[in-house]
């Protein structure tokens, strides 16, 4: 293997599995609180409730199936044969979502809402399945030091899944064709993520040879042990010090805060863009796109800064830079009743923070692993992740059922000021010298 580059042919290949995730989400996020609240008639809090159950799931399924990922012996390697299988589970459920909700709509009936409950369900324990394995993949197949780099490719490629939904939900559902409808019909939309889930899958399984590469990793890691954190315990088993644990204990509170504050926005955009401004789900989709454009012309050159300034204070950035933006929402808000071109800039630069944040929080979670546990640390970041964002959903939904919707970018703004009070306690994480910026990617594989 190189070892003084980062091979960025692989890692937009193996980014595939991200994009496929992605767009799924952003579907997901975006269409499933319409069905909720439009279809099936429920309030923001049941609604909110309803949305962490994807969270709940995660909470426990995460960090198993990335355990049992890093056990795996299959001849294709140890994340994909969950890739694979969750995958094509997941596709076919997610078809019978939009047939469920069409179907209640003309025929309203309580079987047909636990058939919907129970569907769902289903379709979110198959998203479980393969989550941890296909983020993993990233981490197994790239060193240490050039992960923020890597993870800032996976992390462009999943912006592109979601852009493309978004693209596809602007232009398939305009306000000027949902306005006044008493039910959209939401089927077009989700045969074509579909499609491109399987498209992704494709292309993962056919171009990433993971057993091979993952070989040549373990080689790699055994002419760097520098690079490993942990230390004997004196009986033969690795351990993280204890300023170590303290570090990772203080970034794991901060992934929590940024994802109560960031899922809330992202959660209930659709809903707050609607009674705020009277934007319909393509007017809030097109803020979106622009947030989600943001993030992917960003995620390069954050790649490139991490290496220059290091990953902490390339997140204090984003946090700080995202905080900002929510109290002008604020302002705005307060002062204004109706949308202004101005927010477009807006949700680009919430883009560009949360791209700083993103790019650099998993690898600085992984940094402090061997490679043999980077499925289970991965499952730490996501449980951390997945509680935040089990919580988010209700209890922001509960403010803004009970408070008003003024509440909105004051939730957010308060949650980014405690993720950064926390990120200040974290000593470990950043990448150890090498090759940084432009210098550590390999344009040639």
Avoid at 18 to 35: G, K, R, T, V
Avoid at 43 to 57: F, H, R, W
Avoid at 182 to 199: K, N, P, R, S, T
């Amino acid at each position: 293997m190189k070892e003084e580059k980062l091979r960025v042919g692989q890692t937009i290949r193996i980014g595939f599995a991200f994009l496929s995730i992605c767009a799924f989400w952003q579907l997901y996020n975006n269409i499933m609180p319409l069905i909720l609240t439009g279809t099936f008639k429920l309030g923001e809090t049941v609604s909110g409730a309803i949305m962490a159950a994807d969270n709940v799931l995660g909470l426990f399924l995460l960090p198993l199936f990335g355990t049992f990922s890093d056990k795996c012996k299959n001849k294709m390697g140890r994340r994909k044969p969950f890739v694979l299988f969750g995958t094509i589970a997941a596709v076919v459920l997610m078809i019978l979502i939009p047939m469920i909700d069409n179907s209640y709509f003309a025929n309203p009936g309580m079987g047909k809402k636990i058939l919907f409950i129970a569907v769902l369900g289903a379709l979110l324990v198959a998203m479980g399945t393969y989550r941890s394995p296909a983020v993993a993949l990233m981490p197994d197949l790239t060193p240490k030091r050039y992960r923020s780099q890597g993870n800032a490719i996976i992390n462009l490629m999943g912006a592109v899944g979601g852009i493309l939904y978004l693209g596809l939900a602007a232009v398939l559902y305009p306000q000027s064709k949902t306005d006044g409808m008493e039910h959209v019909d939401y089927m077009l939309i989700f045969l074509i993520v579909a499609g491109i889930m399987i498209l992704a899958l494709i292309i993962l399984m056919l171009t990433v040879n993971e057993a091979k590469i993952m070989k040549e990793m373990e080689e790699y890691e055994k002419q760097h042990p520098e690079e490993n954190l942990a230390v004997d315990d004196g009986s033969g088993n690795e351990v993280l010090p204890p300023e170590v644990k303290r570090s990772l204990v203080f970034l794991l509170f901060s992934v929590a805060l940024w994802f109560v504050s960031y899922n809330a926005v992202e959660t209930w955009f659709t809903k707050y863009a609607e009674m705020t401004w009277g934007k319909g789900i393509g007017g809030a989709s097109t803020c979106l796109l622009i947030a989600n454009a943001g993030a992917i012309l960003s995620y390069v050159p954050v790649g490139w800064l991490s290496g220059k300034i290091g990953r902490k204070k390339s997140i204090l950035g984003g946090i700080v830079l995202m905080t900002a933006c929510y109290i002008f929402g604020l302002i705005y808000t307060n002062a204004n009743d109706s949308f202004s071109n101005i927010l477009y800039v807006v949700f680009a630069l919430i883009g560009m923070a949360w791209a700083a944040i993103n790019v650099n929080s998993l690898p600085m979670v992984l940094e402090m692993c061997k490679g043999s546990d980077v499925g289970k640390f991965t499952g730490y970041y996501y449980t951390f992740s997945m509680t935040a964002q089990i919580i988010t959903p209700i209890f922001c939904g509960f403010l803004l059922e009970h408070i008003g919707y003024g509440i909105y970018f004051i939730y957010a703004a308060a949650f980014m000021i405690f993720a950064f009070c926390t990120m200040v306690f974290v000593k470990h994480g950043d990448a150890k010298e090498g090759k940084t910026g432009l210098e550590a990617f390999d344009v040639e594989d």
